[in-house]
């Protein structure tokens, strides 16, 4: 994250740790060095975001990308190792700018990693629609999170271990699938051979 003394956290995985074309992202969990955004950035962390990272004034992650469409699931295939009994995720919100720097969460996605899976798996991440916002209202922001380790980013029961240096999660052919529209939106991977 940003400082060249921080290990790296994102890296390709190729071969059989590849699902389809040459590469996958591999996320693995680090202990962060020199932390840029100490409070909000965890000091032990393995993240893969859509997003940005700013490094004018006081180095920041900038969650998100311009959205303009409600969406059924977010689709992807991982693999994951997780250190001590670990537990992953990936969240993703759709989201609305209202006032000032406030924001309105029109939906969400969630999907636990609580157990080690040497093989590639498919799974769907199907949103969850905010019950007090009108569907009709188009979100402006798109946020996903890919995390080998879930907490402290994530805190609730059902992912009970703290982070653990060392974990990986392997993520390929990651798509967003509108609802409505029978063709998903590729996000990343599998890469187009020539």
């Known amino acids: 994250l940003i400082s060249p003394t921080n290990?790296?956290?994102?890296?390709?995985?190729?071969?059989?740790d590849a699902f389809a074309g040459t590469y996958s992202a591999k996320i693995s969990t680090v202990k962060i060095t020199t932390n840029p955004s100490g409070g909000t950035i965890p000091d032990t962390v393995g993240l893969l975001?859509?997003?940005?990272?700013?490094?004018?004034?006081?180095?920041?992650?900038?969650?998100?990308?311009?959205?303009?469409?409600?969406?059924?699931?977010?689709?992807f295939t991982y693999k994951y190792a997780p250190v001590n009994s670990d537990n992953?995720?990936?969240?993703?919100?759709?989201?609305?700018?209202?006032?000032?720097?406030?924001?309105?969460?029109?939906?969400a996605a969630y999907y636990p990693f609580t157990a080690a899976g040497s093989s590639f798996t498919t799974v769907s991440a199907p949103f969850m629609d905010n019950p007090n916002i009108s569907t009709s209202i188009l979100p402006d922001t798109l946020h996903i999170y890919f995390l080998s380790s879930a907490r402290p980013w994530l805190d609730i029961p059902?992912?009970?271990?703290?982070?653990?240096?060392?974990?990986?999660?392997?993520?390929?052919?990651?798509?967003?699938?509108?609802?409505?529209?029978?063709?998903?939106?590729?996000?990343?991977?599998?890469?187009?051979?020539?």
Not at 7 to 16: D, M
Not at 95 to 107: A, C, E, M, V
Request: aromatic fraction near 4%.
């Open 88 to 107: 992953g995720v990936v969240l993703a919100y759709l989201t609305k700018h209202t006032s000032g720097n406030s924001r309105d969460t029109l939906s």
């Open 49 to 75: 975001l859509l997003g940005s990272v700013s490094l004018s004034g006081t180095p920041s992650l900038k969650s998100g990308t311009g959205w303009t469409t409600r969406l059924q699931s977010i689709d």
């Open 158 to 194: 059902e992912l009970p271990m703290s982070a653990q240096g060392g974990s990986a999660l392997w993520v390929d052919a990651a798509t967003a699938v509108p609802v409505g529209l029978k063709t998903p939106i590729k996000l990343f991977g599998p890469e187009t051979k020539s």
């Open 7 to 16: 290990p790296t956290s994102v890296t390709q995985g190729t071969g059989a």
